[in-house]
């Protein structure tokens, strides 16, 4: 008999909030299993997520987990160009519903806190 390993849902909030990102309040942004994911934006930021009564786990990744963000530069310039290299770092906000795990990444900037996040690892 072989047990079924639990599947991980990777979401792109950025894309997944759009304008809202703009309007302060909380917005419904996808599910979590069978409950709602809610933003709560401040600001122009994320300020938290929630998903019925399921736990929230606040996360951080310098891996792309959800087609964020574009890795093309964009140039135009006169003179001398010195180039620095950019480490992006996204942050998300992972449900478990007791069968499978659904998170929901966004951009630093996006995000109000940056403070009490834990490295992503498969969980």
Known sequence: MS???DKH??????ELLGQNLKKNG????????????IVEVSGGK???MTAGNL??????SKKKMAGIG???????AFGDIQLAQNYDVYY????????DYYCYWYLAYEVYS???WDEYITM
């Open 26 to 37: 909380k917005h419904a942004v996808g599910k979590a299993g069978k409950e709602t994911a």
């Open 92 to 99: 998300g906000y992972c449900f478990y519903d007791g069968f």
């Open 9 to 14: 849902y990777h979401k792109n909030g950025s």
């Open 114 to 116: 940056i403070e009490g």
């Open 3 to 5: 047990v079924a390993k």
């Open 46 to 48: 994320v300020l938290n």
């Open 70 to 76: 574009t890795n093309n530069i964009h140039l135009a």
């Open 55 to 60: 736990q929230v786990k606040k996360i951080m």
